[in-house]
């Protein structure tokens, strides 16, 4: 029962290096989303994309870009990475109209 | 934009104690969700709520949506070592785009065996 898998769980970055987080779920649902996690500030949606072939941005957009490469895949990529994006990122999905979200575990990444 | 208020941000409660948290938005919401985090994982949902008014019970967990739909509370009985934890309230409206749901900022538990 994998449900959603983030690779990698860690990762270390130096400024201005560029990766993607790589993001699958098996639960055939629609829309899937990219979050991050901050001390104190929640969970805040990066994008997110209602169904395969469209993808919107969240609150929080602006140094990502992202991939819906088929149903099952939502990649999150920084092409030039910051201290400021030094966070917890959270993929998760959900069949549309539904409200339970599923998330994945997170992928803790840290910008030096 | 719609913000959640999620009070309190943390809470020390000895093993057995009665837990109450809750939400209080500026706006409607259609649905009230609340999570778990545990440490190190991504959140998982606990209640959801989709008419105001409603109560609803999972377990020792007891969640109610408010009247006026701009408020949810939840609660736990007796807690116990393994609800320590963050704990997100969400808020979301039919409708529009799939990426509205909003969450509040957590209540984080700490519970003293």
């Known amino acids: 029962n994998a449900g959603v898998t983030q690779t990698p769980k860690f990762q270390v970055l130096k400024t201005g290096q560029s990766m993607t987080l790589q993001c699958a779920q098996d639960?055939?649902?629609?829309?899937m989303y990219w979050y991050r996690q901050d001390p104190g500030m929640g969970l805040r949606l990066i994008y997110y994309?209602?169904?395969?072939?469209?993808?919107d941005k969240g609150e929080v957009p602006n140094g990502y870009n992202v991939s819906r490469l088929n149903k099952r895949e939502f990649s999150l990529r920084l092409e030039s990475a910051a201290p400021s994006q030094t966070s917890v990122y959270f993929c998760?999905?959900?069949?549309?109209?539904?409200?339970?979200?599923?998330f994945g575990s997170g992928t803790r990444l840290t910008v030096v | 934009g719609q913000q959640l208020n999620q009070s309190p941000q943390s809470m020390f409660i000895q093993e057995g104690e009665d837990v109450s948290m809750n939400c209080t938005s500026s706006?409607?919401?259609?649905?009230w969700l609340w999570y778990k985090q545990d440490p190190g994982e991504g959140p998982v949902l606990l209640i959801a709520?989709?008419?105001?008014?409603e109560l609803t019970s999972n377990g020792r967990l007891t969640a109610q949506f408010g009247i006026t739909r701009k408020d949810s509370f939840l609660n736990i009985s007796a807690s116990i070592p393994s609800d320590v934890g963050i704990y997100f309230c969400?808020?979301?409206?039919?409708?529009?785009?799939?990426?509205?749901?909003?969450f509040g900022k957590g209540t984080k538990l700490s519970v003293k065996p």
């Open positions: 994309s209602a169904s395969e072939g469209t993808t």
């Open positions: 639960m055939n649902h629609n829309s």
């Open positions: 969400a808020g979301m409206n039919y409708g529009g785009s799939q990426g509205n749901l909003i």
């Open positions: 998760a999905s959900s069949e549309r109209g539904a409200h339970g979200y599923t």
């Open positions: 706006s409607i919401f259609n649905t």
């Open positions: 709520l989709y008419k105001a008014g």
